[in-house]
């Protein structure tokens, strides 16, 4: 039972535009979510998270949104960076349940 | 200085062989984990000890047995290695309840032949 799901494996971006990653959860009974950036060879590093009294939260170029009735989250990043090229997974906090990630490559 | 530091970073070994795969953290924190990235990229947890007691066994093969001698340590030792046991280990640290941000180290890549 896979209780979050990330159905897109991959994206690629050009750089200086936006990148849209989602996040479907199934169960509602959580207090919040959080994103995680992965280089590889490297274990994944916070990256931003969001609690479910609010449906927006940023900080600079990262964004994620929160939209309870459809149980769906996505992380917005302007502008896009060749640095941000990684895999990005979210998880529901407290479960320790993590989605299959997305790999998003930004092209210079 | 590596918060969560973890060792072998590459493991090759043959099947039926024993292996352990250490962890370490200096973060003070006082809850430790070991996620298992399988061949399909899924980060899953295995183990969740918090002050040195197991509180989190997810459906994992008896071969696996975690230590955890203190709280900055928890080991993975894995018996009779087989074929799926290939995957990418990494061990994490957390402060206080489940749900806090969780800090990984680099993972251990073990491959079994």
């Known amino acids: 039972d896979q209780q979050v799901k990330q159905n897109s494996p991959s994206l690629s971006v050009q750089e200086g535009r936006i990148s849209i990653l989602n996040c479907d959860y199934t169960n509602s009974m959580f207090d919040y979510f959080l994103w995680y950036k992965k280089y590889p060879a490297e274990g994944p590093t916070f990256l931003i998270s969001?609690?479910?009294?609010?449906d927006k939260n940023e900080d600079g170029r990262f964004t994620v949104f929160l939209n309870k009735s459809a149980k769906h989250l996505s992380l917005h990043i302007v502008p896009s960076q060749p640095g941000d090229s990684a895999v990005y997974f979210c998880e529901k906090g407290g479960k320790l349940i993590f989605g299959q990630g997305t790999e998003l490559s930004v092209k210079p | 200085d590596t918060a969560v530091s973890q060792t072998p970073k590459y493991l090759v070994t043959q099947m039926g062989n024993d292996k352990s795969i250490k962890c370490e953290q200096n973060?003070?924190?006082?809850?430790m984990y070991w996620y298992k990235q399988d061949s399909k990229k899924f980060l899953k947890i295995m183990f969740s000890?918090?002050?040195?007691?197991?509180?989190i066994n997810e459906t994992v093969p008896n071969r696996f047995s975690p230590k955890s001698p203190d709280k900055a340590h928890l080991n993975l030792h894995i018996n009779s290695l087989e074929l799926g046991d290939s995957a990418v280990y990494f061990c994490?640290?957390?402060?206080?309840?489940?749900?806090?941000?969780?800090?990984f180290g680099e993972g251990s890549w073990l491959t079994v032949v």
């Open positions: 969001i609690s479910s009294i609010k």
């Open positions: 973060l003070g924190h006082d809850t």
């Open positions: 994490a640290s957390s402060q206080g309840e489940l749900g806090n941000t969780i800090y």
């Open positions: 000890y918090n002050n040195k007691e197991l509180i």
